[in-house]
């Protein structure tokens, strides 16, 4: 899951936007400077993509989308990062590099940044929330067990925001709807600003042989209520 980037302003922009309001993603754009490589060539196109950390044999990875493991050739990058975390990253392809056999390329990562994880609640009831518009972009999905939001909201900055998702029982077959519930703290008013949010939905779901139907409901800025709706998989 990427999209190579334009020019270096537009990525500006969107990297300043997309972090302005979350809590736990301090980002550090840049290259582990101390890393020195004989690998190569290098793509020259830097890319932007969502992917999970993954470990196996004692190496470190990440899960760029279900068919593309990526091995990291600068691998103090994502040596801190637990397996499992969801990061949003910026990386250049390795054109000709030895990888471990289940990897399928090699990646010079540029800057990674854990996304923040949302709790999914198991009550019955849940409460009244504030609207939240849902980006329905590249990186709103449902991947590698994880539903990822990107989201926008007005706000001054006054208070963290919180997100809960919540099970919502379904007598259909082979669907299951989450809602969305947003929690402002009396922040509701000012400039939009947007950020990135996970919730590891795949520990809440039975594994799955075939695709089933995920069906994400909130409430939007226009006090509406939306839904999207995705296909899912259990990871393999």
Known sequence: ????????????????????????????????????????????RASLAIGTVREQAGVRYIQLDPKSAAYVINPSEIQVIPSGTRVFLEYRRVLSSETPAFCTEAILVEWTSPLDVGEIRYELNYPENDPVSVIADWITSVEDGFLTIHYCFPSKGKASHDFSLYPLVTCIANEVEFRLVHEAHGDTEGTTTDGIICFPIGNYLSDTEDTITIQLTYIDLDRTRKTLTFDYRSPK
């Open 1 to 44: 899951m990427e999209r190579n980037i334009l020019h270096f302003l537009s990525v500006l922009s969107v990297l300043l936007s997309l972090f302005s309001c979350s809590k736990a993603m301090d980002i550090d754009p840049k290259a582990d400077s101390s890393y020195t490589s004989s690998e190569g060539p290098f793509d020259d």
